[in-house]
């Protein structure tokens, strides 16, 4: 797909102008939902029911221009899952971390006087 893309030279409108195909993956989610509701709009008018299946150019290169938007949204869209599940885990890895120092101050508060002291000795020498 980004082979023909580049052989064909497509650009994506845009509000701001054209976009080259490497562009897309600047945009956030809400920018490429946008321009693929614009492109595939100016897509659905113009298929027409026919008998016969001929595509013109722009109907292919309109196609194209739907699929690289939608390709690129795939990828964005995964990576925000990751990023939100690398999120999660780096919280619940902070949850643990607190949990195991609280367990270790409980376990130290549950020590007798005399392996207290003996504790406290060891550490400084």
């Known amino acids: 797909m980004f082979e023909k893309a580049a052989r064909q030279k497509i650009r994506i409108p845009c509000e701001k102008g054209w976009l080259y195909v490497e562009d897309l993956f600047d945009l956030s989610l809400e920018s490429l939902n946008n321009i693929y509701k614009i492109l595939n709009a100016q897509l659905k008018s113009t298929k027409e029911d ?3 299946d001929v595509k013109d150019a722009s109907t292919s290169k309109l196609e ?3 699929d690289l938007i939608k390709y690129v949204a795939g990828i964005k869209k995964a990576e925000r899952a990751a990023k939100l599940e690398a999120a999660e885990k780096k919280r619940e890895l902070e949850v643990l971390m607190t949990a195991l120092a609280d367990k270790k101050v409980d376990a130290i508060k549950n020590m007798s ?3 207290i002291k003996k504790r406290i000795e060891q550490l400084q020498n």
């Open 113 to 115: 006087e005399e392996d």
């Open 50 to 52: 026919s008998l016969l």
């Open 64 to 66: 194209l221009q739907v």
